[in-house]
């Protein structure tokens, strides 16, 4: 696993605060920083840009060989890209729990936003759980969840480090966290992705996007596309 690191993607056009946004699985080379920053300038995002890069691996990091059942493509496919996944989850959680912490406090910005999709919402979460605000000159403002690959639960104590809210965007029907999450067992607990973060905290705010993409696509671009729809930073 290489080391997670924060990079500045565009300069705060006027806004003194800073927006982190994190990739997903197997986006370790992903060149997606155009088309994240577009669509935040479309939401009025003002402020200054970062990428948190994390080690999400690739489908080149997957090993593939015929199951013991012979040579079944699906079976091949699911015997070889379980321990990849299992893999890539616990880099997930060390990227937050061991590195955002740190890499928060030695950013230029004092309030900081966080945007996560997919498998960028655990490191968020696990990072959040790290996060000391009585230790730290930082201040969390709101976190945005994008297609969340993590779970719905343990999120009103990070709510209550923050100073503004969490906007959970969940599609309940995505088929990647429908399928492979749920009716494979790849991942025990309910994704937020799909599901509402069971809290009834006044910072946790749900919103049901199901009917407006009417896709159960896992693409990051559909996610980023109506983020102006639902917030605007103005």
């Known amino acids: 696993m290489k080391r997670p690191y924060l990079k500045l993607i565009q300069?705060?056009?006027?806004?003194?605060?800073a927006l982190i946004f994190l990739n997903g699985y197997q986006m370790k080379y992903a060149k997606n920083r155009e088309m994240w920053s577009y669509y935040l300038r479309q939401a009025n995002w003002q402020g200054s840009i970062y990428q948190l890069w994390w080690d999400g691996g690739s489908e080149y990091g997957r090993k593939y060989a015929m199951s013991p059942l012979g040579n079944i493509p699906i079976l091949n496919e699911l015997v070889h890209s379980y321990p990849h996944w299992?893999?890539?989850?616990?880099?997930?959680?060390?990227?937050?729990?061991k590195y955002l912490p740190s890499l928060l406090s030695n950013m230029s910005e004092n309030k900081i936003s966080l945007i996560g999709y997919s498998l960028g919402c655990r490191v968020i979460h696990y990072g959040m759980q790290q996060f000391q605000p009585r230790l730290?000159?930082?201040?969390?403002?709101?976190?945005?969840?994008?297609?969340?690959?993590?779970?719905?639960?343990?999120w009103e104590n990070i709510?209550?480090?923050?100073t503004g809210k969490i906007y959970n965007f969940h599609n309940d029907d995505d088929s990647v966290l429908n399928d492979l999450f749920s009716h494979f067992g790849i991942y025990k607990y309910k994704p937020c992705g799909i599901h509402p973060i069971l809290s009834e905290?006044?910072?946790?705010?749900?919103?049901?996007i199901t009917k407006l993409i009417r896709s159960n696509s896992h693409d990051l671009e559909q996610y980023l596309r109506i983020l102006p729809k639902f917030y605007n930073w103005q």
């Open 201 to 208: 905290h006044e910072s946790i705010i749900n919103i049901d």
């Open 136 to 154: 730290s000159t930082k201040s969390i403002n709101n976190i945005f969840l994008l297609a969340g690959a993590i779970r719905t639960i343990r």
């Open 159 to 162: 709510a209550n480090k923050m």
């Open 86 to 97: 299992r893999m890539i989850l616990k880099r997930a959680k060390i990227s937050g729990l």
């Open 11 to 17: 300069k705060s056009q006027g806004q003194e605060e």
